[in-house]
Every structure is written in C-alpha cells, then in structure tokens.
C-alpha cells in the first residue's frame, strides 16, 4: 500500500486522507470528486497550476493534501504556504495540514516530526512545510508553493516576483482562488486567461459550483434566489458559484451600460489566436493594387488573430487612439465582420498616432479595404491626417458628417448605445477575452471603466459595430 500511496497521490488522498467537514464537526475521509481527481493529476504533472474555483469545493484540502504527500514521499520537500493574512497562513499549516498528517495510519507517517509550530512543520525526512502571509517567504527553495485565495492578495505581482524564482529550479507553483468581482483586471484573472489561452507555461483550470456532487439545479436555484433577493443582481452569485469561467470573470453588473449576461451569450472564445497565410481577395474589392503587398497575416507585435480575411467579405475597423508613452492608455484596433459582426482580431498597445494610423490601415487593406472608424479626439486629429496622407482606405464619418466619431458625451452615449442594441440582440461574435471584460466593465453613468481600469479595446470594438451601420447606409465601404 505504500508503495502505491508513492505512485499516487489521487489514489493516497482517497484512501488514507481525512478531512474535516464543518457541518459534521467531525474528520471523515477525503473521498475525491471526479474533478478533484482530474485537479490533482494536473498538479502532478504540471509546474505551474492556477485553479479558478466555487466556494466550498474542498481544493485548499486537495492542495495541501498534495504538498503532504510530497512531503512523505519525495524526501527533503520544501513546501511554502501562503495566504493573505498570517493568522490564515497558520491555520492552513497548522490546522489542515498537520491535521491530515496526524490522522494518517502510522505506516505512512515519518518516523518522527522534528519541528513543530505555528509557521513550521518538519519531518525527519528533511521535508518541511512553512506558512507565511504574502508579505514574505522569497528566501527559500521551494518544491511546491501554495498562494491559497489568490485573487484577494493585494499585491499578487509582488507576491509572484518574490516567490516563483523560488521554484525555477524545477518546483511547482499552484493558486487557488475564487474570483474577487472588485478586481476585474487583477493579477491573478490575468495570469488565468494567459493560461486559458495558452500563452504561458501556466495551466488553468475552472472548477464550477455543481462540480460537488450534492448540488443540483434545485440547489442553486436557492442561492440565486437569496442573493438577488438581498442585493438586486447576480454579481454575488457569479462571484460564489459561477457556472462558467465568464461568470468568475466578468465584472459586477450593478451601473453597468452592457449587461455581462448579454455578454456571456456573445463570447465564444477560440483555442487559440489564428495565424493564417494570403487569401483571395474580394472581387468586389478595387483597385487591388492597394493592398498587393499584404499577402499574409501582419506582422505587428501583440496582434491577437481570430478569423482571417475571407473572399466576399466585408469588415469594419475601430480605432481608438491614444498619446503613446508608457504612462498614456493603450491605442487599441478592432477588427469586425460586417455580416454578423464577429470580432476578427484585436489589437492594443502603447502606440503614438502615427503608428496607430499604420496599423490600422495594414490591418485595413489586409481584412479586403476595411472601413475605418476612428474616435476623433486630440490623438485621433493626428491619425486622420496620417490616413489621408498615406492610405486609401474609407474613413466614416460620424454623425456630424466630419470623418471620425466625436469623443464627446452625446457621441459617447450615441456609441453605446448603439452597441449595448447589437450585445442584446446577440448580433454580434466576442472572441477576445481581454475585450469583452472591458467591454462588460463600462459604467453606465460615466461610460467608463472604472478607476484603474482600461476602456480602449472597448472602446475600439464599439467603434468597429459602428462601421456596421454607417457602411451600410453609405451602401458600400470602399471608394
């Protein structure tokens, strides 16, 4: 048995693991859900875990319960546990873990515990456990570091340049949160969709609130009840007991302009960004010479490609423009199919007018001589001019008849508006993650993002919705 406890640790967790349950008020043995046991193989085999979870799913256990067993079984392991307070910190290594370990049968214990107290467990086998919170702990080398309720770390970057060069000689790294709605863009929410979307080492996993198995549709029907009963949206539900990894993520609803449930019905996220080769160009595309140089995807820096260009047809381009400087927002280009608006790339970065204005006219004569609707503010005067001067793609006007869409308030609100239509009515396709979160974060009464947050890639896509409804009332989109 032992030596199948040290091929396993599903199989060590199942059998040998006790847990303590707070509604028994009693330890009872940690028998694993299927997709507890899917979470700790992907622990087993991957360096670097992030787990977006419900409440009360038992993975802090699970964890832990994974750091003992490489404690038993792989000698002089070196365990870091953090969490946001010390007091949790302790109670994760004092409580839970030192708790399964004292309940296991005595064959699979070390010979004896040489250091015991509130920030240290260590064994006779050189394996030791350390709690800190996540303020501190980059002085060690570490086989596995545990960052428990990740989202709610103030400061998670800090946290993470402390303490994974501590695990880069070949430890593991695992978060494990349930998503913070205050926070929409925090370090933890953005180290998942990387994951998800296969940027980095990282593997993501998304464990929802029917993954317990004794919760049904009935079950949830309550919760959700009770919470829209005592707070007047579902922001709370979504946060506890998401059913999707959108939900998790998606920002509070309450004085939102566009609802994230009409969002959640027109995001359709792709395996991964696209790169594609040349393509025929639209007959009706003319003259051709203009973009005879683009024959394959644009080599920009940070371009995000869904779907490219297809034959027949149509698109439409948002742009939003900013200073440029690395204390400026981002400059942000959305590229949108005119047939049933489907989000084809995006782009966002710390781009001056100038390139901006040549990105998007790249982009422009790539996607078949795209339209281009660009927010005429201080920076959108100088893209203007730049497109004027050096691109022979269409530049619609707003509803002044002047090129560009006037950043002003009635403007602004005739934008959303007009976007907030097409999110309800679902005519329109979300596949970047990045632009439906800033999307779904305007606020109705300033229809901004809020404070600290960026507003550009909405910005941008909105203006691209545009194009759909100005194209066609112009009936065509090229000259």
Not at 179 to 188: I, L, N, Q, T, V
Not at 426 to 433: A, F, S
């Amino acid at each position: 048995m032992w030596l199948r406890c040290s091929r396993s640790p599903a199989y060590f967790l199942d059998r040998y693991v006790l847990i303590y349950d707070a509604t028994a008020r009693e330890w009872i043995p940690f028998r694993l859900w299927r997709e507890q046991f899917y979470t700790v193989k992907a622990i087993d085999q991957h360096r670097l875990v992030v787990v977006l979870k419900a409440r009360q799913l038992g993975l802090t256990w699970l964890v832990l319960g994974f750091a003992l067993w490489l404690m038993l079984f792989r000698a002089a392991a070196t365990v870091l546990i953090f969490s946001k307070r010390d007091d949790e910190a302790v109670y994760l290594l004092d409580d839970r873990l030192k708790g399964m370990y004292e309940r296991l049968p005595a064959f699979l214990q070390a010979r004896a515990v040489v250091k015991t107290s509130g920030h240290e467990f260590e064994l006779s086998n050189g394996s030791v456990a350390r709690a800190f919170p996540t303020t501190a702990g980059d002085s060690y080398t570490a086989t596995m570091a545990i960052v428990d309720e990740a989202d709610l770390v103030p400061d998670l970057n800090r946290l993470m340049r402390a303490v994974k060069p501590t695990i880069d000689g070949g430890g593991r790294m695992v978060l494990v949160s349930k998503a913070d709605k205050s926070r929409p863009r925090s370090e933890f929410k953005r180290i998942y969709r990387a994951a998800k979307a296969g940027l980095t080492e990282w593997v993501a996993l998304f464990l929802p609130w029917w993954v317990r198995p004794e919760r049904d549709e009935a079950w949830y029907e309550r919760q959700r009840t009770d919470i829209v009963q005592r707070t007047g949206s579902e922001d709370d539900l979504f946060e506890q007991y998401p059913a999707t990894d959108v939900e998790a993520l998606s920002a509070r609803m309450l004085d939102k302009r566009i609802a994230p449930s009409w969002l959640n019905k027109c995001y359709e996220p792709l395996e991964g960004p696209a790169v594609v080769g040349p393509l025929p160009l639209s007959p009706i595309a003319s003259p051709a010479e203009w973009w005879d140089d683009v024959d394959g995807k644009p080599a920009i820096p940070g371009l995000r490609v869904f779907r490219g260009p297809e034959a027949g047809h149509l698109y439409g381009i948002g742009v939003d423009p900013a200073e440029g400087n690395p204390n400026s927002d981002d400059s942000a280009i959305e590229v949108v199919d005119l047939e049933n608006g489907e989000e084809m790339a995006s782009l966002a970065g710390k781009f001056e007018p100038s390139t901006t204005a040549g990105h998007a006219d790249r982009l422009g004569r790539w996607y078949n001589g795209a339209a281009l609707m660009v927010e005429r503010n201080n920076h959108g005067h100088a893209v203007l001019l730049w497109l004027r001067d050096n691109s022979r793609l269409r530049r619609l006007p707003g509803r002044d008849g002047k090129e560009g869409w006037l950043d002003n308030s009635r403007g602004k609100v005739a934008l959303y508006d007009n976007a907030a239509d097409v999110v309800r009515d679902g005519d329109t396709i979300l596949h970047d993650v990045d632009t439906m979160m800033q999307v779904g974060s305007i606020e109705g009464s300033s229809l901004r993002a809020p404070g600290g947050e960026h507003d550009d890639r909405a910005d941008a896509f909105c203006l691209a919705l545009l194009t759909r409804t100005v194209g066609s009332i112009a009936g065509q989109i090229y000259y």
